[in-house]
């Protein structure tokens, strides 16, 4: 586990209120917005794909709000549709997966949360997947970055 400052950044985002077996095809759609404004407004992406979530639950069953994002380089100006955000920086607990996304939460999750619950540190509410290494669907390798907030 990595304790760190997560990055100032500005962000392209959109965000819904869903389960976790929606994410997949929320995200699909969503992407696909966020890309198409980036190059409308003539935005340069600056960083990973990053998935913000509130309260994440334990269950695949219960709602929950997610933001996807893309960073972006500040614009001078910005009139487009999709919310332009500032993303102060935060505290988070990390932990990189190497793996597929169906071992995300039992090999990527849970040993970050057992070793967050072990130590001194509380959860603020807030966590983030910030894919460093997206290769598509189905793909046995990614590299995702978990993060959870922390309160202290």
Not at 75 to 103: N, Q, W
Not at 106 to 126: C, D, K, N, W
């Amino acid at each position: 586990m990595d304790i760190k400052e997560t990055p100032d950044m500005w962000v392209l985002s959109l965000q819904q209120r869903l389960e976790i077996p929606d994410i997949r095809n929320a995200a699909a759609h969503c992407a696909a917005e966020i890309e198409s404004s980036i190059e409308k407004e003539g935005l340069t992406a600056s960083g990973p794909w990053t998935f913000i979530s509130w309260n994440l639950p334990r269950d695949s069953k219960t709602l929950f709000d997610w933001r996807i994002c893309r960073p972006v380089a500040k614009p001078d100006l910005y009139r487009g549709k999709i919310p332009l955000l500032h993303l102060e920086p935060i505290m988070v607990a990390a932990r990189t997966h190497l793996g597929s996304l169906r071992t995300l939460f039992t090999q990527g999750y849970a040993p970050l949360v057992q070793e967050i619950h072990m130590s001194r540190h509380a959860f603020s509410g807030e966590s983030r997947e910030v894919y460093h290494d997206w290769r598509g669907p189905g793909v046995g390798y990614q590299r995702i970055e978990i993060q959870f907030g922390l309160s202290r």
